[in-house]
């Protein structure tokens, strides 16, 4: 009797892991209805700023509908506050022509219920952290809806604050999120 390689015993009896690669598969968030906005607050006035343009990916399990893992990328630019002067101002602090992109990769997704914990990893400003991001998630037939809120300071990413009239802005940028995938 001819033995047979152990790879292939292997796969006779766990078929699943010979299958689980095809239940994989990449989403891209739908960047008509995708959006990520800041708001920032100053002694004077508070204002928000909107990115419409979110170049996010996740990968999606199928079989057993868990999210294996996430990456988001925007461009500073792609934010618009409703004011071109803020906005221009914004680029210099950012150093836009420098750092041009904030990233996040995960890391570590956990999920119960409809809340999902994502760790992973942001960079913003040319400094990469650790951060810990708390979404909701909703699914539907044709779409996955994820939706959170998660704080950066400016500070823990060298940043130097903005000021209007000699007061600095507050050092939190609170950030919100609305990512639609289709599935």
């Known amino acids: 009797m001819k033995k047979l390689p152990n790879i292939l015993l292997i796969l006779l009896m766990f ?3 010979a299958f689980s690669q095809q ?3 990449k989403l891209l968030a739908d960047k008509s209805v ?3 906005t800041y708001a920032m607050k100053h002694p004077m006035h508070d204002w928000e700023a909107v990115c419409k343009d979110v170049n996010a990916i996740l990968v999606y ?7 294996e893992q996430v990456a988001v990328s925007l461009k500073v630019q792609s934010f618009d506050s409703g ?3 803020r906005d221009s101002h914004g680029l ?6 420098k750092y041009p992109k904030v990233t996040f990769v995960s890391t570590k997704i956990k999920a119960a219920a409809e809340m999902i914990t994502v760790e992973g990893n942001l960079t913003f400003h040319g400094v990469t952290k650790p951060v810990t991001i708390i979404a909701t998630r909703e699914d539907f037939v044709n779409k996955l809806v994820f939706e959170g809120k998660f704080d950066v300071s400016l500070t823990d990413y060298k940043v130097e604050r903005p000021s209007l009239f000699g007061l600095k802005t507050d050092d939190i940028l609170n950030f919100k999120f609305r990512l639609i995938f289709k599935l």
Do not use: F, G, M, R
């Not at 210099?92 to 022509?97: F, G, I, K, Q, T």
């Open 15 to 17: 078929p699943a892991i």
């Open 23 to 25: 239940d994989l598969t």
């Open 34 to 36: 995708s959006t990520i």
């Open 61 to 67: 399990n199928k079989a057993s509908k868990t999210i």
């Open 83 to 85: 004011n071109a002067n």
């Open 92 to 97: 210099e602090v950012l150093e836009a022509l």
